[in-house]
C-alpha cells in the first residue's frame, strides 16, 4: 500500500504498522517525545526570547528603517529562500531516490522560512543584524503565503499538506520575532549603556541554553536516531544547509551586497525554521508515521548548528590571521621609514 497516494488511510488508520520504518523504533521515539515535547518547548521559547533581545540590542531605528526603503537586500534573501532552498529540496530528494514519505518530509523541510538560529550565526560571522532580522520576518511573514503555494508545486497529489500549514503557529513565530526585538531596539535607543550589558549576558545564555537543549535531544534520540535516519536523510541533512549558505553567498555577490550583507544572506537562506517543519508533520500525518519522518528536521537542526559554528570558527580564524599578516607586512615597512626619518634628521 502506498501511504502517501492514499491519504484517506492516514485518517481511518487502515494501512498495516509494519510498513513503517522500524517498528519499535518508532513507538520508542513517539513516546520519549511526549515526554520530552513540553521540556523542549519551554527552553526554545526561553531562548528564542533571549536570542531576540541580545540581538534586538544590536540593531539601531534608522538602520532597519534603510533596509526597509532598500529592500535590495531583503529581496534577495527571500529569493534565495523560496527559491533555492525548495528546489534543492526536490532535487536532492530524486538524487537519492528517497521513498515517498522521506521525500514529503525534505521538501517540507525545504519549503519553510528561515529561522531565528540565522540570526545567531550572523552576530557571529560579523553580518548586518538590522537586515538579519528585517529579512527572517519578512520570510516568516512570506510563509503565510509561499509554504501553501511551494507545497503544492512540489507535494502535488497530498492534499493534506496544504491544508496542515500551520498558520497559527506561523504567526506566533512572527510574534515571538518581533516582540522581544523590538524591546531589544528600545534598550539599544533609550539606554544604549545598558544594552551592552543585556548583549553580553545575554550571549551567554544563548550558548548555554543551546548547549541543554543539544544535550536533551542527544539523550532523546540517542538509540534510535541512526537506526531510523538512513545514511541518504543523513546525507541530505547535511548538505542543505552547506548548499544554501554557498548559494545564498553567491547570489548576493551577484548583485553586489555588501561583504557583511553576503554574510547574512549565506546563513539566512541555509538555516529553515525546523520547529516549523516538525510542526507540519505533525499536523499532516497519523503518529505511526511520525517516528521516522520527525527524525529529519531534528537531524537538520543539528547539522545546520553544527555546520554554521564552524563557519564562525572558520570566519574568524580568517580574521585573526589576515589581520597578523597585515601587521606582519606593515611593521617593517613602519620601521624603516622611522629608521630613515632618524638618519635623515641626523645628517
Not at 513516546?31 to 533581545?53: F, G, K, R
Not at 580564524?317 to 634628521?345: M, Q, V
Request: glycine share 6%; proline share 5%; hydrophobic share 50%.
Amino acid at each position: 500500500m502506498d501511504l502517501i497516494s492514499d491519504p484517506d488511510s492516514w485518517q481511518n488508520g487502515s494501512f498495516p504498522f509494519n510498513e513503517t520504518a522500524d517498528n519499535s523504533s518508532v513507538v520508542n521515539v513517539l513516546a520519549v517525545s511526549l515526554q520530552m515535547d513540553t521540556t523542549i518547548n519551554i527552553l526554545l521559547v526561553v531562548t528564542l526570547c533571549l536570542v531576540m533581545v541580545s540581538l534586538g540590542c544590536t540593531m539601531e531605528v534608522s538602520k532597519i528603517k534603510g533596509h526597509i526603503v532598500k529592500p535590495k537586500g531583503v529581496a534577495i534573501a527571500v529569493l534565495a529562500q523560496y527559491g533555492i532552498m525548495p528546489l534543492m529540496a526536490f532535487c536532492l530528494a530524486k538524487a537519492f531516490q528517497l521513498t515517498e514519505i522521506m521525500a514529503v518530509s525534505v521538501l517540507i523541510c525545504g519549503c519553510c522560512p528561515g529561522g531565528t538560529l540565522s540570526n545567531v550565526l550572523a552576530l557571529g560571522l560579523q553580518g548586518d543584524m538590522n537586515l538579519s532580522i528585517v529579512m527572517t520576518s519578512c520570510s516568516t511573514l512570506l510563509a503565510l503565503g509561499m509554504m501553501p503555494l511551494l507545497l503544492f508545486l512540489y507535494c502535488k497529489g497530498f492534499p493534506n499538506l496544504q491544508n496542515a500549514v500551520p498558520y497559527a503557529n506561523i504567526m506566533i513565530s512572527l510574534v515571538m520575532i518581533l516582540v522581544p526585538c523590538g524591546i531589544g531596539i528600545l534598550i539599544n535607543h533609550f539606554r544604549p549603556q545598558y544594552a551592552k550589558i543585556i548583549k553580553k549576558v545575554g550571549l551567554a545564555l544563548i550558548a548555554i541554553s543551546f548547549l541543554v537543549i543539544a544535550i536533551i535531544m542527544i539523550i532523546w534520540a540517542r538509540d534510535d536516531f541512526l537506526s531510523i535516519m538512513s545514511p541518504s536523510l543523513l546525507a541530505i541533512a547535511a548538505l542543505m544547509p552547506v548548499i544554501g549558505f554557498a548559494f545564498g553567498y553567491i547570489i548576493s555577490s551577484v548583485f553586489r551586497l555588501s561583504q557583511r550583507e553576503r554574510r547574512t544572506v549565506a546563513v539566512e537562506t541555509g538555516c529553515q525554521n525546523t520547529q516549523l517543519c516538525a510542526t507540519i508533520l505533525k499536523l499532516a500525518f497519523p503518529p505511526e508515521l511520525m517516528g521516522p519522518m520527525f527524525m529529519f528536521p531534528v537531524g537538520y537542526a543539528v547539522l545546520q548548528l553544527v555546520e554554521g559554528l564552524l563557519l564562525i570558527v572558520l570566519f574568524r580564524c580568517y580574521k585573526r590571521f589576515t589581520k597578523k599578516e597585515n601587521e606582519i607586512y606593515h611593521h617593517p615597512a613602519s620601521t624603516e621609514d622611522k629608521l630613515r626619518d632618524a638618519s635623515t634628521g641626523n645628517a
